[in-house]
């Protein structure tokens, strides 16, 4: 079981360009979220997906946009980057809403230059 | 929006010592408050968590305690090991699970 799986690991862009994040989960669940962790700042909630075909703003929504795919895959995009983005991005997934556990992928860490 | 505060930032205590880390939140309306265990290079994993019925959890050596009047909550490692080494979480949740801004918790042979 791979659990939650984000591509890429690591990544530089120039600012301006665009990315996107990608996240898959096999444990079949309904709730899928994107955090960024930056120092001194814990996890902040970018986006997150209650359900296939439901996406709400989160903490810190500015300059992102997402996708859920379908139930397994939720992604992220960046459409023109800013240094103010390096970070590192945590997908994550639960069984439904919050009131549960979290399954975190192992990061993407992206810097901008 | 539910806000999070967590104490210390850092925490260093030698091996076999307790260790304790402390969390208040502000949303009356939260009741759930997990522990998530980060270890370096890796994603954030649950360790323990609490519902707002409930005062006390325990897991073998860590527990967590809950005053819902004060809206505070804390986290109780006993016993600590170097590989209870990590950054540790908190978090309250009302449906939007809001986290504080972690602990780097050192265990010293």
């Known amino acids: 079981n791979a659990g939650v799986t984000q591509t890429p690991k690591f990544q530089v862009l120039k600012t301006g360009q665009s990315m996107t994040l990608q996240c898959a989960q096999d444990m079949n669940h309904n709730s899928m979220y994107w955090y960024r962790q930056d120092p001194g700042m814990g996890l902040r909630l970018i986006y997150y997906s209650a359900s296939e075909g439901t996406t709400d703003k989160g903490e810190v929504p500015n300059g992102y946009n997402v996708s859920r795919l379908n139930k397994r895959e939720f992604s992220l995009r960046l459409e023109s980057a800013a240094p103010s983005q390096t970070s590192v991005y945590f997908c994550a997934s639960s069984l439904d809403s919050y009131t549960g556990e979290l399954f975190f992928g192992e990061g993407s860490r992206l810097t901008v230059l | 929006g539910e806000n999070v505060e967590q104490h210390p930032s850092t925490l260093s205590v030698q091996e076999g010592d307790s260790a304790v880390i402390k969390c208040t939140y502000s949303?009356?309306?939260?009741?759930?408050f997990p522990w998530y265990k980060q270890e370096l290079g890796k994603g954030p994993q649950l360790i323990i968590d609490?519902?707002?019925?409930?005062g006390e959890k325990k897991d073998q050596r860590i527990a967590v305690t809950l005053n819902k009047t004060a809206k505070h909550f804390s986290l109780h490692i006993t016993e600590t090991q170097p590989e209870d080494s990590a950054v540790y979480f908190c978090?309250?949740?009302?449906?939007?699970?809001?986290f504080g801004k972690g602990t780097l918790l050192t265990v010293n042979p």
């Open positions: 978090g309250g949740s009302n449906y939007k699970l809001t």
């Open positions: 949303d009356s309306a939260s009741n759930y």
């Open positions: 609490i519902r707002s019925n409930v």
